[in-house]
């Protein structure tokens, strides 16, 4: 059975940056396509990118100026780096695999905002 | 981008009746490539139906996913005590992929 789990700091200081890793175990990355999805507190869900284990990436639009995904996939590991963050960024961040339907996701992580 | 509206915001049912829950697109949504999660407290989400109308592995054929265009919906034949949960719908055709606001399906 395929699991994610996020892991990072639970607060990030206004400006600074959030990242955070996936990991996945039970399964191998190579063929697959990841995603990180988060939702703001008492918000839908917003897509922020995808890679595929190769590399190749895609962002939301809306964040791509902030945003970098990548893998390693010999730790089975993908992470997402998100710059100048602001209250707007406080969120449960999830990762999951796929690149348009998600078939796994993580649990979720809370990351605060402190300002 | 896509707005996916869905309704109604909250569903009280008893176990046993069957739930339609709506899912609504600001614009066509292409090849049908909706999906549809549920999430409990506390837990992963999980996929339901992709595509609209094709279940995902282990989902029991009481779930059942039609609709295309810009109107989809999700119907659970007869409820259980374990579907009772928030259902989000998903569109995947046209990016940035977008999510609806959830559907809480609540015991009446």
């Known amino acids: 059975q395929v699991q994610l789990q996020e892991s990072g700091p639970g607060l990030v200081k206004s400006s600074e940056t959030l990242s955070l890793t996936c990991t996945v175990s039970g399964g191998s990355m190579s063929g697959f396509y990841w995603s990180w999805v988060r939702q703001p507190p008492g918000k839908g869900l917003e897509w922020i990118a995808y890679i595929y284990y190769d590399g190749t990436t895609s962002y939301n639009p809306s964040l791509k100026s902030r945003v970098t995904i990548s893998v390693d996939t010999s730790r089975n590991q993908f992470s997402l780096k998100l710059t100048s963050v602001t209250d707007a960024d406080t969120a449960v961040y999830y990762c999951?695999?796929?690149?348009?339907?998600?078939?796994?996701w993580g649990q979720g992580t809370l990351v605060t905002v402190s300002s | 981008e896509i707005v996916l509206t869905q309704s109604p915001g909250i569903l009280s049912l008893s176990p046993g009746e069957r739930a339609t829950l709506s899912c609504r697109s600001s614009q066509s949504i292409t090849s049908s490539r909706l999906a549809w999660y549920r999430h409990k407290p506390g837990q992963a989400p999980r996929i339901f139906l992709y595509d609209a109308s094709k279940r995902a592995t282990g989902v029991p054929d009481r779930f059942s996913g039609s609709g295309s265009g810009t109107d989809f919906t999700l119907t659970i034949s007869r409820l259980e005590p374990e579907d009772f949960a928030v259902y989000f719908c998903?569109?995947?055709?046209?990016?940035?992929?977008?999510f609806g606001q959830g559907t809480k399906l609540e015991i009446k």
């Open positions: 999951t695999r796929g690149g348009w339907s998600y078939d796994y």
């Open positions: 998903h569109q995947y055709g046209s990016s940035p992929y977008t």
